[in-house]
């Protein structure tokens, strides 16, 4: 049976006067998550588990969570940004948003699947005992694919030690992973409208243009899309691979051209992560500077920004099929392409969409992909 957790109804926002304060205002498009998440900080339980597509925001609502969770014993309970919220506090939810707090654990595959090892991991962390906070959060991403190894962590989410919290993030519940949620409270989030990604970027002063193309080439997730409006080349890549079905040739020597300019293109796409990065690396090193080393989560960073130059290579290339996916529906729509051939062409984008999720070598996905779009648009 699943555990529960009483759920207030009415608006998400706070309550006037409500010591979180604004926790969870970045959490766009998630009003039932939000007040699920302000009524479990009030009465905790040993799991949980956020539920949605990629993008929805679980992720950045799993980091505010864990941040009020630290912030609860150096401050009144639940007190994360009020008034009465010690330094102490606020630092706790600064570092956990950051995710570079040395009590937030992050469990992320490195591969397709998880694996026995990260498995086994996540069972020795929970049961070590907090470095600075009363609780350890262990934040479980992609866990839709635990696979095999859901064995392995069953035991430690079923009997955690007190200090001992799970977040587990995914996007579906697939058999494998029925147990686990079972032991969870399970929190849905659902994928954010490109009209609210667009209207939450024009409130933030981002012009309709761009908050426009910046929301269409999101792929719902408020997150890259808040990154996009950084980017200067964006509207100049999404040209560039909606008219990538017009240079081929149906020759190698095309092909390989085309997979050097679209690696470039993603390349260019992460200057604007790196940039931020940049700071961040920045601002630890200042903290250092007048804390010291210990807790920096300076290896934390590291990881992190790891993981997301990643993300944002594969957001890339997605948002570069989607465009190029557009184009052809566009060919078909004027009658320059034959229904059959366009038809085919968009399930082989879209399998190269999937395959990315595997971390695959771009080169050799992409190489695979234009030649036979050569093949499957030259036949049409």
């Not at 989560?297 to 993300?311: I, V």
Request: proline share 6%; net charge negative; with cysteine.
């Amino acid at each position: 049976m699943t555990a529960e957790s009483p759920v207030a109804d009415g608006d998400p926002s706070p309550p006037p006067g409500d010591p979180l304060g604004d926790l969870f205002a970045d959490i766009v498009g998630q009003p039932e998550a939000v007040v699920r998440l302000r009524t479990a900080l009030r009465s905790p339980v040993p799991a949980y588990l956020f539920v949605g597509p990629a993008g929805s925001g679980k992720r950045r609502a799993a980091r505010e969570f864990a941040g009020a969770l630290f912030a609860r014993g150096d401050g009144a309970p639940g007190d994360a940004l009020g008034e009465a919220a010690t330094e102490e506090a606020r630092r706790h939810l600064r570092l956990a948003r950051a995710e570079t707090h040395p009590d937030l654990v992050v469990v992320e595959r490195t591969g397709a699947t998880i694996t026995a090892e990260q498995a086994r991991e996540v069972v020795r962390v929970a049961s070590t005992s907090p470095v600075e906070a009363e609780v350890k959060v262990l934040l479980l991403v992609d866990f839709h694919l635990v696979g095999g190894q859901a064995a392995i962590v069953l035991k430690a989410v079923e009997e955690p030690p007190p200090s001992t919290v799970f977040v587990i993030l995914a996007e579906d519940v697939p058999p494998e992973l029925v147990t686990i949620a079972s032991r969870c409270v399970r929190i849905d989030f659902h994928a954010v409208p490109v009209s609210m990604i667009e209207a939450d970027l024009i409130a933030a002063g981002v012009d309709d243009t761009t908050a426009r193309v910046a929301a269409e080439a999101s792929g719902g997730d408020l997150t890259r899309a808040r990154l996009l409006v950084e980017d200067p080349g964006l509207v100049r890549r999404r040209q560039a691979w909606a008219g990538i079905a017009d240079r081929l040739d149906g020759t190698g020597a095309r092909v390989a051209d085309l997979v050097d300019t679209l690696i470039g293109l993603a390349d260019e796409a992460a200057k604007v992560l790196e940039v931020r990065h940049g700071a961040e690396l920045a601002e630890l090193e200042e903290r250092v500077s007048h804390f010291g080393e210990r807790g920096s989560g300076r290896r934390a960073l590291a990881d992190r920004q790891k993981r997301e130059l990643r993300r944002v290579r594969v957001d890339e290339f997605r948002g570069g099929l989607s465009a190029l996916g557009a184009h052809l529906r566009d060919e078909l729509s004027a009658g320059r392409l034959p229904p059959g051939a366009v038809v085919e062409a968009l399930e082989l984008l879209a399998g190269a969409a999937r395959d990315l999720s595997a971390n695959p070598n771009e080169r050799l996905l992409l190489s695979a992909l234009l030649l036979r779009l050569g093949e499957v648009l030259g036949d049409g």
